[in-house]
């Protein structure tokens, strides 16, 4: 069993999702985990037997349409139309890294017994994980309220044999791939479509995807922000810890530690300086990257409380012995911190740009540009151009979609959260980050260069010797988009523990 998660009543956590994943890890369900379904699927059936009364999304229509009541004989087909009906998503297709945290965050919920669903339907999706077999999934088509309806409808299609899946690279027909496996199309009884639509599971699984992703990139803004100070002959007078003490958010002290760390046994660093400031961009460093870290620990406390709760509806107490219509699939508190999220990351682009504004404006002995003979040579001007207009543009994906809502199922759901669209917004943001981290070294590299023989601290140049046999010292005019794409991968190929992202964002391990 040492390759295997067990899914239990035991929370996860942001190390765990990441283990189960970095280690190829297979889901299997506790025993306990087991007696729960099966006690709720017992509970909901008996209900369902002695109750004439209807109970919404069990034995009535949907949305506005709950005054409507089913007859038994058509619950099987009820479900199946509830998850054929509600596949209408379109955009782009959800990476599959992020539709597998979608399944796994699917059977945690499920697996808690509030949700009535059968044992094989569970089990089914487990194998859709373990076999990494992936359903088409769209980015557009939650409003984050109902939970995520379009996308989990589409998660959902193949276990009835329809929708298409990707397996091993190829693309599948769900039927074609439940054929292959020899598996029979799940019949899906009483609520269970309802179970596996209502729910936070795309908006949650972006956001666990998202705090991986802001993690390292933070880690390596800090690195590459230090080689910028080092590279603009800064000050390390800003990073003292008295400074720090004074003022201790924890986010601002962890970075002030980490630059001195980065940055012992520079000789740049060390030199006299003829200057006794540094524009805010560099002296300001731990308040911002610091203030982005303390935002991430927020928001990893909200997604932690959801992907470990119950999000579909209604709930199911069967020892006390009554079933609950209620709102826990409302994404407000993950459309906040998601959009809380976005403003943070941005933060760490726009300081990014104005310090390779800083590095190519021919100030403390740089040549403007960072090239020799600049006339001739533009050198590292455009570079700044493209950052600027990737942070211009992360000012407009960080306005916080939370704030929208939209009435839908005639009114009905007259309040939805937006929290799909901040999810796929920070997405996009992020990765634009990584875009606007990769122009700041290569120009920090750059800069380095013209400060030889003198050497930044052991650290930051074991760095820069890897990262030199990517990119190469530019002497002279050449085509920089693939310096740039090449400093972008560099940066996504670097392999960094989790733990040590953990330690490096909070100052301590993450268990």
Not at 1 to 24: A, C, G, P, Q
Not at 55 to 69: A, D
Not at 257 to 271: A, H, M, P, T
Not at 429 to 436: F, K, Q
Request: charged share 20%; net charge negative.
């Amino acid at each position: 069993m040492d390759n295997y998660h067990i899914i239990s009543s035991e929370k996860l956590d942001i190390v765990t999702i990441y283990n189960i994943f970095n280690e190829d890890k297979k889901l299997k369900l506790s025993d306990a985990s087991v007696e729960r379904i099966k006690a709720s699927k017992a509970y909901l059936n008996k209900k369902l037997a002695s109750n004439k009364k209807p109970i919404y999304g069990i034995n009535t229509g949907f949305g506005s349409l709950y005054n409507v009541k089913i007859s038994n004989n058509d619950l099987t087909k009820l479900q199946e139309n509830l998850v054929m009906s509600h596949a209408c998503g379109t955009g782009q297709r959800v990476p599959e890294s992020v539709v597998k945290v979608m399944l796994l965050l699917k059977i945690q919920s499920l697996s808690y017994g509030h949700s009535g669903v059968q044992l094989q339907t569970i089990e089914r999706l487990i194998e859709f994980f373990n076999h990494d077999i992936f359903p088409f999934v769209f980015t557009q088509g939650s409003l984050g309220a109902s939970g995520d309806l379009a996308p989990l409808a589409h998660l959902a299609l193949p276990l009835l044999g329809k929708g298409n899946v990707v397996h091993n690279g190829d693309n599948y027909d769900a039927s074609e791939l439940l054929d292959k496996f020899g598996w029979e199309p799940i019949a899906l009884e009483a609520k269970e479509g309802l179970a596996l639509l209502n729910g936070t599971q795309f908006m949650s699984a972006y956001g666990v995807y998202l705090l991986l992703m802001s993690h390292k990139t933070l880690y390596l803004a800090d690195i590459i922000a230090a080689i910028s100070l080092d590279a603009f002959d800064g000050r390390l007078d800003p990073f003292h810890d008295l400074v720090h003490d004074v003022r201790p958010h924890p986010g601002q002290r962890k970075v002030a530690k980490r630059f001195n760390e980065l940055l012992d046994g520079s000789q740049l660093i060390e030199r006299e300086k003829a200057h006794v400031q540094d524009p805010y961009s560099f002296r300001c460093i731990p308040q911002v990257h610091g203030a982005t870290k303390d935002t991430l620990d927020f928001v990893e406390k909200v997604i932690l409380t959801e992907i470990n709760s119950v999000t579909d509806n209604p709930n199911i107490f069967s020892d006390e012995d009554l079933i609950i219509s209620g709102g826990n699939f409302h994404g407000q508190p993950l459309a906040l911190a998601l959009d809380y999220l976005k403003i943070a990351m941005a933060e760490i682009g726009n300081i990014s740009e104005r310090r390779i504004f800083q590095l190519v404006s021919g100030l403390r002995g740089l040549p403007a540009f960072l090239v020799d003979n600049p006339g001739l040579n533009s050198g590292f001007m455009i570079p700044q151009y493209t950052a600027a207009s990737i942070v211009s543009a992360n000012k407009q994906l960080a306005s916080p979609a939370s704030v929208d809502s939209i009435v839908s199922s005639n009114g009905q759901e007259d309040h939805v959260s937006m929290g799909a669209n901040a999810a796929t917004q920070a997405y996009n943001l992020i990765r634009n980050i990584e875009r606007v981290i990769a122009i700041e070294l290569m120009n920090a590299s750059q800069a380095i260069e013209f400060r030889r023989p003198l050497k930044t601290s052991p650290l930051l140049e074991s760095f820069l010797e890897h990262y030199r046999k990517v990119v190469p010292y530019i002497k002279e005019d050449q085509v920089l988009h693939f310096d740039i794409e090449n400093s972008i991968q560099f940066l996504k190929d670097v392999e960094i523990e989790v733990e040590e992202l953990f330690i490096n964002n909070y100052g301590v391990a993450k268990h």
